[in-house]
């Protein structure tokens, strides 16, 4: 519940209520299983390589057995002496919870004997993460009272089996900030609660809950492409719902906002409370992202001539002699075979919409302008070509840069192009 609570306090509302006020959360997605089902069978690989280590491994994340069970077990074990224990549950006044595993330590005494025990939990992620601190925490902090004795240290398993041992003295002051925190707010602040949309949305599993209140009040936070400091600045204005953005006039612009986001967000508005009287879907071109010098515009500056992205791309396999061709795909093939490409590693990119171009070319133009003529004696082909062939030749000297200016920009896109471009 902590961990919940530090990604959005609202959640913890819903859990208590959820019988009360006959919540209901949603299902898991597709994504959300996978990466659900690769946690857990990360899990499983590192109790199969504690098993190789090891020779006392209790298991005891089995179903059939009650959390007050588990928690007895566990206890039990400890007394044994048990190298490993894995799936057990750990109480301390209110706080409950289940670790990934339990490892004897021989150099610290407890009230068992002459050792103790470690938490140690795995993670499908690439790094540590604030919330793996406190679940942690917590798992510790229960643990010293069932022992009697603090570890020094707990363990997050991350992908690829590394592991990062973190100093228990040197967070334990963050989570018992948090911790109090939380208990402080279990204990009055709950029921006064509001949902607020935030970037846990996306993965909630109560996120129709909360937006069955968002339309119901004509919260703001239902706008299109309206963010936390645009929300702020309408709420000092005393506009604190759509009906109100609505009808301001989107020719003068609201104090504190630019002009072209002024504009937009009241256009938005319009049109979603348009769109709720008739129930037919509306649109209308922003202007400021057709004329505007931004997106792909950024690789037509001082180009002679514009081409689309895919004649740019022909051009390059042209110029460059290479074999590869262009193909229809359908869809989702081609995103498939690219989160393929991006799985095993094979190109340096993390997000296909991201990677294209739309920063990293400005930079890019910046650092071979003294090289490239900028007027209008370049194509958009053209230019896109010799910033190509700016970025293959110094390819091997910003590989070797670890930090810094110079280290950027990545030109995430002509890694990808490198997979594709085989001469002949």
Not at 241 to 261: C, H, M, P, V, W
Request: aromatic share 12%; hydrophobic share 30%.
């Amino acid at each position: 519940m902590l961990k919940k609570y530090l990604g959005c306090k609202y959640i913890i509302f819903n859990e208590i209520n959820e019988k009360k006020l006959n919540l209901k959360k949603i299902e898991l997605n597709i994504n959300d299983k996978l990466r659900f089902e690769k946690g857990n069978q990360h899990e499983k690989n590192y109790l199969k390589e504690l098993k190789k280590k090891y020779k006392k491994v209790l298991d005891l994340k089995k179903p059939d057995l009650t959390r007050e069970e588990k928690i007895s077990k566990t206890i039990q074990a400890m007394k044994e002496g048990w190298e490993i224990i894995h799936g057990g549950w750990l109480k301390k006044d209110k706080w409950t919870g289940e670790f990934d595993f339990l490892i004897i330590n021989n150099e610290l005494k407890s009230k068992f004997g002459d050792y103790s025990y470690e938490v140690i939990d795995t993670k499908y992620s690439n790094k540590p993460k604030p919330d793996h601190i406190i679940q942690l925490g917590m798992y510790t902090y229960m643990l010293e009272n069932t022992q009697g004795v603090l570890p020094k240290r707990f363990t997050i398993v991350l992908k690829n089996m590394v592991r990062e041992d973190v100093q228990v003295n040197q967070v334990n002051e963050f989570f018992k900030i948090h911790r109090e925190n939380y208990e402080k707010f279990v204990g009055n602040g709950v029921d006064k609660q509001r949902p607020e949309k935030c970037s846990f949305c996306s993965t909630c599993e109560w996120q129709e809950e909360c937006e069955k209140i968002w339309i119901k009040e004509d919260n703001l936070n239902q706008v299109g492409g309206l963010t936390k400091v645009h929300l702020k600045k309408l709420l000092e204005l005393k506009i604190d719902t759509i009906s109100k953005l609505s009808k301001q006039d989107s020719k003068k612009t609201l104090k504190g906002f630019r002009k072209e986001i002024s504009q937009r967000l009241i256009t938005q508005a319009k049109l979603q409370k348009e769109y709720e009287k008739t129930n037919v879907p509306i649109h209308q071109p922003n202007p400021n992202n057709l004329n505007g010098i931004k997106g792909f515009n950024l690789l037509n500056i001082g180009c002679s001539k514009s081409y689309s992205f895919r004649e740019n791309l022909e051009y390059i396999i042209k110029k460059t002699n290479s074999k590869s061709k262009f193909f229809s795909l359908n869809k989702y093939l081609g995103l498939f075979i690219l989160n393929l490409l991006i799985f095993f590693r094979l190109i340096d990119i993390n997000s296909y919409h991201k990677s294209l171009l739309t920063k990293n070319i400005l930079l890019n133009v910046t650092k071979i302008k003294k090289k490239i003529n900028l007027e209008s004696k370049f194509s958009s082909r053209e230019l896109f070509y010799s910033t190509y062939k700016y970025y293959i030749k110094n390819l091997n000297y910003t590989k070797k840069i670890k930090f810094g200016s110079h280290k950027y920009p990545s030109m995430k896109i002509f890694n990808l192009l490198n997979i594709f471009l085989q001469k002949k």
